[in-house]
Protein backbone atom coordinates (compact mmCIF):
# COMPACT_ATOMS: atom_id res chain seq x y z
CA UNK A 1 0.00 0.00 0.00
CA UNK A 2 1.20 3.34 -1.28
CA UNK A 3 2.62 5.74 1.86
CA UNK A 4 0.17 8.99 2.17
CA UNK A 5 2.15 11.55 1.32
CA UNK A 6 3.13 14.11 3.97
CA UNK A 7 1.49 17.46 3.67
CA UNK A 8 3.28 20.49 5.24
CA UNK A 9 2.55 23.31 3.14
CA UNK A 10 0.16 25.03 0.41
CA UNK A 11 2.32 23.87 -2.05
CA UNK A 12 2.28 19.99 -0.91
CA UNK A 13 -1.79 19.76 -1.30
CA UNK A 14 -3.28 18.22 -4.81
CA UNK A 15 -4.02 20.66 -7.45
CA UNK A 16 -1.73 23.28 -6.28
CA UNK A 17 1.54 23.68 -8.14
CA UNK A 18 3.77 26.99 -7.72
CA UNK A 19 2.01 29.48 -9.58
CA UNK A 20 -1.01 29.11 -7.76
CA UNK A 21 0.98 28.75 -4.58
CA UNK A 22 2.34 31.94 -5.29
CA UNK A 23 -0.97 33.68 -6.18
CA UNK A 24 -2.45 32.27 -2.88
CA UNK A 25 0.61 33.30 -0.54
CA UNK A 26 0.42 37.12 -2.13
CA UNK A 27 -3.53 36.94 -1.13
CA UNK A 28 -2.83 36.20 2.60
CA UNK A 29 -2.75 32.30 2.63
CA UNK A 30 0.13 31.12 3.46
CA UNK A 31 -0.82 28.28 5.34
CA UNK A 32 -3.10 25.05 5.70
CA UNK A 33 -5.08 26.41 8.73
CA UNK A 34 -5.99 29.76 6.80
CA UNK A 35 -7.15 27.36 3.56
CA UNK A 36 -9.29 25.23 5.74
CA UNK A 37 -11.32 28.00 7.13
CA UNK A 38 -11.77 29.98 3.65
CA UNK A 39 -14.83 29.64 1.56
CA UNK A 40 -13.73 28.17 -2.00
CA UNK A 41 -15.32 30.91 -3.33
CA UNK A 42 -12.12 33.06 -1.58
CA UNK A 43 -9.95 31.00 -2.93
CA UNK A 44 -10.99 31.07 -6.39
CA UNK A 45 -11.19 34.34 -6.77
CA UNK A 46 -7.30 34.51 -5.19
CA UNK A 47 -5.93 32.32 -7.21
CA UNK A 48 -7.63 32.08 -10.42
CA UNK A 49 -9.09 29.08 -10.64
CA UNK A 50 -12.42 27.45 -10.81
CA UNK A 51 -14.55 27.09 -7.93
CA UNK A 52 -14.31 23.26 -7.94
CA UNK A 53 -10.64 22.91 -8.12
CA UNK A 54 -11.05 25.52 -5.20
CA UNK A 55 -12.91 23.31 -3.30
CA UNK A 56 -11.16 20.41 -3.67
CA UNK A 57 -8.15 22.41 -2.32
CA UNK A 58 -10.28 23.53 0.69
CA UNK A 59 -10.96 20.22 1.27
CA UNK A 60 -7.65 18.80 1.64
CA UNK A 61 -6.47 21.86 3.55
CA UNK A 62 -9.02 20.45 6.29
CA UNK A 63 -8.14 17.26 6.26
CA UNK A 64 -4.68 17.63 6.42
CA UNK A 65 -4.94 20.90 8.95
CA UNK A 66 -7.22 18.77 10.89
CA UNK A 67 -10.05 20.93 10.79
CA UNK A 68 -13.94 20.45 10.39
CA UNK A 69 -14.00 16.87 12.28
CA UNK A 70 -15.87 16.58 15.56
CA UNK A 71 -14.37 16.31 19.03
CA UNK A 72 -14.95 16.07 22.42
CA UNK A 73 -16.06 18.47 25.03
CA UNK A 74 -12.60 18.21 27.14
CA UNK A 75 -10.87 18.72 23.73
CA UNK A 76 -12.00 22.09 23.45
CA UNK A 77 -11.46 22.65 27.19
CA UNK A 78 -7.86 22.14 26.70
CA UNK A 79 -8.13 24.52 23.53
CA UNK A 80 -9.39 27.02 25.65
CA UNK A 81 -7.00 27.11 27.75
CA UNK A 82 -5.02 28.78 24.98
CA UNK A 83 -7.65 32.05 25.28
CA UNK A 84 -6.08 35.14 27.16
CA UNK A 85 -7.81 37.79 28.66
CA UNK A 86 -7.22 41.05 27.90
CA UNK A 87 -7.55 44.07 30.32
CA UNK A 88 -10.36 47.11 29.69
CA UNK A 89 -8.32 49.83 32.07
CA UNK A 90 -11.33 48.91 34.42
CA UNK A 91 -11.12 46.23 36.75
CA UNK A 92 -14.99 45.92 37.27
CA UNK A 93 -15.60 46.18 33.62
CA UNK A 94 -13.10 43.50 33.57
CA UNK A 95 -14.97 40.89 35.92
CA UNK A 96 -18.21 41.82 34.03
CA UNK A 97 -16.72 40.30 31.22
CA UNK A 98 -14.68 36.97 32.96
CA UNK A 99 -11.40 38.49 33.29
CA UNK A 100 -11.27 40.77 29.99
CA UNK A 101 -11.53 40.79 26.29
CA UNK A 102 -11.49 37.69 25.42
CA UNK A 103 -8.96 36.45 21.98
CA UNK A 104 -10.61 34.16 19.63
CA UNK A 105 -14.09 36.57 19.98
CA UNK A 106 -15.67 39.26 18.58
CA UNK A 107 -16.68 41.91 21.22
CA UNK A 108 -18.77 44.20 20.14
CA UNK A 109 -19.15 48.13 22.08
CA UNK A 110 -22.92 49.93 21.12
CA UNK A 111 -24.40 53.04 22.07
CA UNK A 112 -24.66 56.81 21.08
CA UNK A 113 -22.85 59.52 20.36
CA UNK A 114 -20.53 60.30 23.42
CA UNK A 115 -21.21 57.13 25.13
CA UNK A 116 -17.21 56.27 25.36
CA UNK A 117 -16.71 53.42 22.60
CA UNK A 118 -14.05 55.28 20.80
CA UNK A 119 -12.33 56.07 24.25
CA UNK A 120 -11.76 52.16 25.05
CA UNK A 121 -10.89 51.37 21.72
CA UNK A 122 -7.79 54.32 22.06
CA UNK A 123 -7.65 52.54 25.82
CA UNK A 124 -7.59 48.24 24.78
CA UNK A 125 -4.92 49.96 21.46
CA UNK A 126 -2.60 50.93 24.77
CA UNK A 127 -3.36 47.62 26.97
CA UNK A 128 -2.53 45.10 24.15
CA UNK A 129 1.04 46.46 24.62
CA UNK A 130 1.47 46.01 27.82
CA UNK A 131 3.17 42.61 29.44
CA UNK A 132 0.69 39.76 30.38
CA UNK A 133 1.22 40.16 34.31
CA UNK A 134 -0.41 43.92 33.66
CA UNK A 135 -2.88 42.06 31.70
CA UNK A 136 -1.90 43.21 28.54
CA UNK A 137 -1.04 40.63 25.57
CA UNK A 138 2.44 42.17 25.17
CA UNK A 139 1.41 42.21 21.33
CA UNK A 140 0.71 44.70 18.88
CA UNK A 141 -2.56 46.02 17.80
CA UNK A 142 -3.88 46.99 14.17
CA UNK A 143 -6.84 49.74 13.58
CA UNK A 144 -9.14 49.93 11.25
CA UNK A 145 -10.27 53.88 11.57
CA UNK A 146 -13.83 54.51 9.14
CA UNK A 147 -14.58 57.47 10.92
CA UNK A 148 -11.57 59.57 11.76
CA UNK A 149 -11.65 59.23 15.16
CA UNK A 150 -7.81 58.24 15.93
CA UNK A 151 -6.19 60.69 18.35
CA UNK A 152 -2.61 59.81 18.97
CA UNK A 153 -2.21 62.47 21.30
CA UNK A 154 -5.06 60.69 23.20
CA UNK A 155 -2.40 57.56 22.98
CA UNK A 156 -0.06 59.69 24.42
CA UNK A 157 -2.06 60.39 27.65
CA UNK A 158 -3.33 57.10 28.18
CA UNK A 159 0.12 55.84 28.12
CA UNK A 160 1.94 58.18 29.89
CA UNK A 161 -1.42 57.23 32.83
CA UNK A 162 0.45 54.10 32.28
CA UNK A 163 3.76 54.76 33.27
CA UNK A 164 4.23 53.44 29.33
CA UNK A 165 6.65 54.75 26.83
CA UNK A 166 4.10 57.40 24.25
CA UNK A 167 6.59 56.82 21.82
CA UNK A 168 6.97 52.86 21.84
CA UNK A 169 3.50 52.14 22.54
CA UNK A 170 2.53 54.29 19.38
CA UNK A 171 5.04 52.37 17.09
CA UNK A 172 3.40 49.35 17.90
CA UNK A 173 -0.51 50.35 16.27
CA UNK A 174 -0.50 50.14 12.99
CA UNK A 175 -3.55 52.47 11.89
CA UNK A 176 -5.48 52.69 8.37
CA UNK A 177 -7.94 54.69 7.66
CA UNK A 178 -10.99 53.23 5.84
CA UNK A 179 -13.05 55.48 2.99
CA UNK A 180 -15.82 52.96 2.43
CA UNK A 181 -17.17 49.81 3.15
CA UNK A 182 -15.30 47.71 -0.16
CA UNK A 183 -11.84 49.49 1.77
CA UNK A 184 -13.08 48.52 5.11
CA UNK A 185 -13.44 44.87 4.05
CA UNK A 186 -9.72 44.89 2.04
CA UNK A 187 -8.29 46.19 5.10
CA UNK A 188 -9.16 42.97 7.14
CA UNK A 189 -6.94 41.11 4.32
CA UNK A 190 -3.76 43.52 4.52
CA UNK A 191 -4.42 42.55 8.51
CA UNK A 192 -3.28 38.76 7.99
CA UNK A 193 -0.09 40.22 5.69
CA UNK A 194 0.69 42.47 8.35
CA UNK A 195 0.52 40.02 11.27
CA UNK A 196 3.32 37.96 9.68
CA UNK A 197 5.36 40.18 10.26
CA UNK A 198 4.53 41.91 13.48
CA UNK A 199 2.61 40.08 17.03
CA UNK A 200 -0.79 41.11 15.90
CA UNK A 201 -2.74 40.45 19.18
CA UNK A 202 -6.15 43.15 18.77
CA UNK A 203 -7.67 44.32 15.76
CA UNK A 204 -10.31 46.95 16.39
CA UNK A 205 -12.90 48.67 13.97
CA UNK A 206 -14.51 51.59 14.88
CA UNK A 207 -16.41 51.86 13.82
CA UNK A 208 -17.96 48.56 12.33
CA UNK A 209 -21.29 49.76 10.49
CA UNK A 210 -20.81 53.10 9.94
CA UNK A 211 -19.70 53.09 5.62
CA UNK A 212 -22.48 50.31 5.45
CA UNK A 213 -25.22 52.25 7.00
CA UNK A 214 -24.15 55.35 4.48
CA UNK A 215 -23.67 53.36 1.10
CA UNK A 216 -26.84 50.31 1.65
CA UNK A 217 -30.18 52.50 2.18
CA UNK A 218 -33.62 51.47 1.77
CA UNK A 219 -34.61 47.76 1.66
CA UNK A 220 -33.66 46.98 -1.81
CA UNK A 221 -30.15 46.83 -0.34
CA UNK A 222 -31.10 45.43 2.84
CA UNK A 223 -29.98 41.73 1.46
CA UNK A 224 -26.44 43.04 0.34
CA UNK A 225 -25.85 44.67 2.56
CA UNK A 226 -26.60 42.30 5.69
CA UNK A 227 -24.20 39.53 3.23
CA UNK A 228 -21.11 41.92 3.54
CA UNK A 229 -21.44 42.47 6.67
CA UNK A 230 -21.77 38.86 7.58
CA UNK A 231 -18.65 38.41 5.43
CA UNK A 232 -16.45 41.19 6.94
CA UNK A 233 -17.31 39.91 10.42
CA UNK A 234 -16.30 36.40 9.59
CA UNK A 235 -13.31 37.60 8.26
CA UNK A 236 -12.66 39.20 11.64
CA UNK A 237 -13.31 35.78 13.49
CA UNK A 238 -10.64 34.06 11.54
CA UNK A 239 -8.00 36.61 12.18
CA UNK A 240 -9.30 36.00 15.61
CA UNK A 241 -8.92 32.18 15.75
CA UNK A 242 -5.95 31.88 13.49
CA UNK A 243 -3.62 34.69 15.26
CA UNK A 244 -5.28 34.28 18.84
CA UNK A 245 -5.94 37.76 18.92
CA UNK A 246 -9.04 39.96 20.43
CA UNK A 247 -11.43 41.89 18.04
CA UNK A 248 -12.99 44.80 19.10
CA UNK A 249 -15.49 46.63 17.51
CA UNK A 250 -17.85 49.27 17.59
CA UNK A 251 -21.41 50.11 16.58
CA UNK A 252 -23.72 52.54 15.73
CA UNK A 253 -27.23 52.51 17.54
CA UNK A 254 -30.67 53.63 15.34
CA UNK A 255 -32.96 56.22 16.02
CA UNK A 256 -35.69 54.28 15.01
CA UNK A 257 -37.65 52.89 18.25
CA UNK A 258 -37.17 49.00 17.85
CA UNK A 259 -40.47 47.17 16.55
CA UNK A 260 -40.82 44.88 19.55
CA UNK A 261 -38.87 46.37 21.99
CA UNK A 262 -39.30 49.89 21.72
CA UNK A 263 -35.60 50.76 22.30
CA UNK A 264 -35.00 53.67 20.15
CA UNK A 265 -31.02 52.37 20.98
CA UNK A 266 -30.73 49.09 19.22
CA UNK A 267 -27.60 48.59 17.61
CA UNK A 268 -26.87 48.21 13.45
CA UNK A 269 -26.84 45.19 11.76
CA UNK A 270 -29.74 43.50 12.98
CA UNK A 271 -28.68 39.22 13.18
CA UNK A 272 -26.07 39.31 11.64
CA UNK A 273 -23.73 41.52 14.01
CA UNK A 274 -25.90 40.16 16.84
CA UNK A 275 -25.14 36.51 16.32
CA UNK A 276 -21.54 37.06 14.93
CA UNK A 277 -20.80 38.69 18.20
CA UNK A 278 -19.08 36.64 20.91
CA UNK A 279 -20.10 39.72 23.47
CA UNK A 280 -22.27 42.51 23.10
CA UNK A 281 -22.00 45.55 25.56
CA UNK A 282 -24.36 48.47 25.24
CA UNK A 283 -22.83 52.14 26.96
CA UNK A 284 -24.53 55.00 27.90
CA UNK A 285 -23.81 58.21 29.30
CA UNK A 286 -24.04 58.46 33.06
CA UNK A 287 -23.11 61.89 35.21
CA UNK A 288 -20.20 63.81 34.14
CA UNK A 289 -17.44 61.17 33.45
CA UNK A 290 -19.27 58.16 34.65
CA UNK A 291 -20.43 55.66 31.47
CA UNK A 292 -23.10 52.56 32.25
CA UNK A 293 -21.56 49.35 30.08
CA UNK A 294 -23.94 46.51 30.37
CA UNK A 295 -23.21 42.79 28.76
CA UNK A 296 -26.52 42.10 26.85
CA UNK A 297 -24.77 38.64 25.17
CA UNK A 298 -22.19 36.14 26.10
CA UNK A 299 -22.07 32.49 25.87
CA UNK A 300 -21.33 31.73 29.26
CA UNK A 301 -21.46 34.71 31.63
CA UNK A 302 -24.63 36.17 33.11
CA UNK A 303 -26.29 40.18 32.25
CA UNK A 304 -24.96 42.81 34.29
CA UNK A 305 -23.59 45.81 34.16
CA UNK A 306 -21.23 48.75 35.78
CA UNK A 307 -20.15 52.12 36.38
CA UNK A 308 -16.68 53.06 34.88
CA UNK A 309 -15.10 56.43 34.40
CA UNK A 310 -13.48 57.95 31.31
CA UNK A 311 -11.21 60.43 32.38
CA UNK A 312 -7.65 62.22 30.78
CA UNK A 313 -5.70 59.16 32.02
CA UNK A 314 -8.07 57.17 30.04
CA UNK A 315 -10.73 54.04 31.25
CA UNK A 316 -10.90 53.40 35.20
CA UNK A 317 -13.26 51.86 37.39
CA UNK A 318 -16.31 54.48 38.52
Known sequence: MAKEKKVESIEDLPGVGPAIAEKLRDAGFTDLITLAVTPPADIAVAAEIGEAQAKKIVEAARKFADVGN????DVVLERRQHISKLTTGSQALDNLLGGGLETQAITELFGPFGSGK??????????????EERKGLNGEAILIDTENTFRPERIEQMSLALNLDPKEVLKKIHVARAYNSSHQMLLVEKAFETAKQNPIRLIAVDSLTAHFRVEYTGRGALAERQQMLNRHMHDLLRFADIYNAVVAVT????????????????PIGGNIVGHTATFRISLRRSK??????????????PEGEVVIVINSEGVRDG
Do not use: E
Not at 288 to 301: E, T
Open 70 to 73: FVTG
Open 118 to 131: TQIIHQLLVNVTMP
Open 251 to 266: NQVSARPDVFFGDPNQ
Open 288 to 301: GDKRIARLIDSPSL
